[in-house]
């Protein structure tokens, strides 16, 4: 995403997910569901009840440990000695049941229609999930998956934000996306813009300040080319390493 589009309005849970949501009913059987799943390409159903709410949902992470696979957990007499026979027999319904109610996972994550994209994706790298589904009064309405997250990716690369004419603003955005990020060493780095073309020069700290400095000119509209003259000096030993020959972008 270029500078500029990072500064429009932030996406929501509605502007990107896949609605309706491909679903099943509890009492579907598992053959049901993983054909659906298969046919479809995705990696999670959500579960839907006869009067419209979500019960759960059931993914691939539910049906690792299947008997029909030979994969059921393995468990020796000492953890079967100190595990309730409730949770054994909980275990085996997951393992050998056949209707999806048996295997769902019932305590599900949701967002609502206006909850910022931000907010989606943190939630999904917290809780180690791979989809989100999307509730409007209590309803699902759709589900954000990671696939639609590229979609969403993809359709900001294929649509880029019109490029500037002019060499002057290019160089005050490029100025102005360095102010507005902590790490960037501002005072020490000079921009200069001729025809598109960018050369950055003076100083960085890191080989990580390198790239990202450039990467910040790079994803400016209008330029067509960067230069990078950075001078990396370590902070610790006081050694400079000049940029790398090839430093056209």
Request: hydrophobic residues 45%.
């Amino acid at each position: 995403m270029t500078a500029t589009a990072a500064q429009a309005a932030p996406l929501t849970a509605a502007d990107v997910m896949t609605s309706p949501a491909l679903s099943v009913s509890p009492d579907a059987s598992l053959a049901e569901a993983v054909g659906l799943m298969l046919d479809r390409h995705i990696s999670g159903l959500l579960v839907i009840d006869a009067d419209g709410n979500m019960v759960g949902v059931v993914t691939e992470g539910d049906l690792l440990r299947r008997h029909e696979i030979a994969t059921t957990q393995r468990r020796s007499w000492l953890s079967q000695l100190f595990t309730s026979s409730g949770k054994q027999a909980n275990a085996f319904t997951r393992s050998h049941g056949r209707r999806v109610h048996d295997v769902m996972t019932e305590s599900v994550i949701a967002v609502g229609e206006t909850t910022p994209l931000v907010d989606v994706v943190e939630l999904m790298e917290d809780r180690g999930i791979k989809r989100v589904p999307v509730l409007r009064d209590g309803r699902p309405v759709g589900v954000v998956s990671r696939a639609d997250l590229l979609r969403a990716l993809l359709a900001v690369a294929e649509n880029p934000t019109p490029a500037a004419t002019d060499d002057a603003t290019i160089r005050q955005s490029i100025r102005a996306a360095l102010q507005t990020e902590r790490w960037a060493p501002t005072t020490t780095i000079d921009v200069s813009v001729k025809d598109g073309v960018v050369e950055l020069n003076g100083i960085v700290t890191s080989d990580g300040e390198r790239r990202a400095v450039s990467v910040i000119a790079e994803n400016t509209p209008g330029v067509k080319r960067v230069i990078d003259q950075l001078v990396w000096i370590e902070v610790y030993s006081g050694t400079v390493i000049e940029a790398p020959k090839d430093s056209g972008h």
